[in-house]
């Protein structure tokens, strides 16, 4: 069952870049989060992404707002990922689907294609908007800062 807004991120835990433990959910938040999943490292696509958020991090942090990428790639193919393109956010290694199943991520191009969707988290963990869209990767970006500015 895909999560919507009003509804709370469920507790997860999933490695990062450098195999480390992130745990996510209600009683992990320390500020409102942008969890963007997306299907693979180093796509044009996705490196377009993960740019665009890169080019407006700023933004996010000045609201304290923490940023995940998420993936179903190795920490390895992820620290990659991160180094060749100067990437300041760490992205979660999703090797088994975990965290893209507990929340409902759905797939595209009939279910090959990990679905591109961001989640837009407030600091109690409750989602407060989600935006889908596989071809629009740099709308990503500006949608998250659109709804960061209204959480205040």
């Given at each position: 069952?895909?999560?919507k807004v009003g509804d709370t991120l469920p507790s997860v835990e999933v490695k990062d870049e450098n195999d480390a433990v992130v745990k996510l959910g209600p009683s992990h938040m320390t500020g409102p989060m942008v969890l963007y999943f997306y299907p693979k490292d180093d796509t044009p696509g996705c490196t377009k992404e993960a740019c665009s958020f890169r080019d407006s991090y700023a933004s996010f942090t000045d609201a304290g707002v923490t940023v995940y990428?998420?993936?179903g790639d190795s920490p390895k193919s992820h620290r990659k990922f991160i180094e060749k393109y100067q990437l300041p956010f760490s992205l979660l290694?999703?090797?088994g689907n975990t965290l893209r199943k507990a929340i409902g991520v759905p797939t595209n191009l009939l279910g090959l294609i990990p679905g591109r969707v961001t989640y837009i988290i407030d600091k109690h963990g409750k989602i407060v908007h989600i935006?889908?869209?596989q071809t629009q990767a740099e709308k990503h970006v500006t949608e998250a800062l659109h709804i960061i500015k209204t959480l205040g």
């Open positions: 069952m895909a999560l990428g998420v993936s290694s999703d090797k935006f889908n869209s």
